[in-house]
């Protein structure tokens, strides 16, 4: 069971690496960073984006650091006050604990996130009582303070320090922030940590999903995303099904076919779920294999 936690997406940077652009809105993949990151992360209690306002895929509650542009810890802090705003609580400094206790924070930029990492994070945390932070540690060893499971308490304890310390958390460093906590770590996977600061690295990503072995999963996820379904399927099941119906029939009726069985796993109503799907798929596979075999024995 994955530890209750709220999630702050930090999404303001000034993109000066890729010339001013919108870095959150950059797609990849067919999808923007910034849903890519929220799918990630879609179990948790309340979700909070600090940057501009933009349609995403999931929602969330959004805010902004005063002034903008001032930096992680600042933004960091923002999105920590409205997460407390959020449960009934008062701002991050000094305030009682955000819903969850838990706070996972990341920043917009990391295309490959996924749950598996996210519950990694949790996962450690949760098995560390005496830590009060899991950072992901990238291929080298290096601390990512934004991908990472921050108890809520420690967390704006800190913030509240050196804000008091510097008399702004304005351009302030994220070290001062982990250095001052107890950490455990989590090493990433092959992508997880792997963020996009210039042109040249959203190309690589570009690349990378289109890879055979990631293709077909990166594009079913997108069109998942795209049309607000979280329903996971047996896609083995259905390209079975298309590839019976192409054979045993005809090629147009792979997508046709394909198309009916989620018709009718719709029409099963919302109870159906996968278990409809593979129902409609069988069905759907046996008439095909018919119409195979009267083939066969006309030949």
């Known amino acids: 069971m994955t530890t209750p936690h709220d999630v702050v997406v930090l999404a303001g940077g000034a993109a000066r690496r890729l010339g001013g652009a919108d870095k959150p809105g950059v797609r990849v993949g067919g999808r923007a960073l910034l849903d890519r990151v929220l799918a990630a992360c879609r179990g948790a209690d309340r979700t909070v984006v600090v940057g501009d ?29 409205e997460i407390g705003a959020g449960s009934g609580a008062g ?5 009682g604990e955000t819903g969850a206790g838990v706070l996972l924070v990341l920043s917009a930029d990391l295309p490959f996130l996924d749950e598996d990492t996210v519950r990694r994070l949790l996962g450690a945390l949760a098995d560390a009582p005496d830590a009060e932070a899991a950072l992901l540690t990238d291929a080298e060893g290096r601390d ?10 420690p967390l704006r304890r800190e913030l509240a320090r050196i804000a008091e310390e510097r008399g702004t958390l304005a351009g302030g460093p994220l070290r001062q922030l982990t250095g001052a906590l107890r950490l455990t770590r989590v090493a990433a996977g092959s992508l997880a940590s ?10 690589t990503a570009r690349g990378r999903i289109r890879e055979h072995g990631t293709v077909l999963d990166e594009w079913i996820t997108a069109v998942k995303d795209e049309l607000g379904i979280e329903l996971d399927v047996d896609t083995g099941v259905l390209l079975d099904l298309a590839r019976d119906a192409a054979h045993g029939v005809a090629r147009p009726a ?7 069985v989620g018709y009718a796993a719709a029409r099963a ?22 119409w195979a075999a009267e083939q066969d024995e006309a030949g």
């Open 144 to 153: 990512q303070p934004l991908v990472a499971a921050y108890r809520a308490a």
């Open 269 to 290: 109503g919302t109870d159906g779920g996968p278990e409809a799907v593979a129902e409609a798929a069988r069905k759907a596979a046996a008439l095909a294999q018919r």
């Open 194 to 203: 792997f963020d996009c600061d210039t042109w040249e690295d959203i190309a």
């Open 91 to 95: 701002a991050a400094a000094g305030a």
């Open 53 to 81: 306002p933009r349609p995403t895929v999931h929602p969330v509650r959004w805010t902004r650091e005063d002034p903008p542009g001032g930096g992680p810890l600042a933004a960091l802090d923002a999105g920590v006050r």
């Open 254 to 260: 792979a997508p046709l076919t394909t198309f009916l």
